[in-house]
Nanobody
Framework: VQLVESGGGLVQAGGSLRLSCAASGITFSTWAMGWFRQAPGKERELVAAITGDGSSTIYADSMKGRFTISRDGAKNILYLQMNSLRPDDTAVYYC????????????????WGQGTQVTVSS
């Protein structure tokens, strides 16, 4: 199983980024997916999660209205559209796969990507 994130980088506050996560080695449509992030000195936290069929999503409160999680089953890619970025969004962002219907805790996820750095300057 491989999960490979891309799309991170440096952006000014108020800007946007779209992260991608290419999945291989799993039947993508049967796995719920999530985005997590970890800032220096902080615990890894859920950003957003989506069911295997894309019908349901969950967002952390601070991301609601700014971030959108989506998936393309034909391409086996998970996305995270991030708008109105703030300096406190700076973190390493990880995608992950869970065999559950949907997961909100990192311990519920079976596979992880290597992460992509997002830095938001003020």
């Amino acid at each position: 199983v491989q999960l490979v994130e891309s799309g991170g980088g440096l952006v000014q506050a108020g800007g946007s980024l779209r992260l991608s996560c290419a999945a291989s080695g799993i039947t993508f449509s049967t796995w719920a997916m999530g985005w997590f992030r970890q800032a220096p000195g902080k615990e890894r936290e859920l950003v957003a999660a989506i069911t295997g069929d894309g019908s349901s999503t969950i967002y952390a409160d601070s991301m609601k209205g700014r971030f959108t999680i989506s998936r393309d089953g034909a391409k086996n890619i998970l996305y995270l559209q991030m708008n109105s970025l703030r300096p406190d969004d700076t973190a390493v962002y990880y995608c992950a796969a869970t065999s559950l219907w949907i997961g909100t805790q990192s311990s519920q996820y079976n596979y992880w990507g290597q992460g992509t750095q997002v830095t938001v300057s003020s």
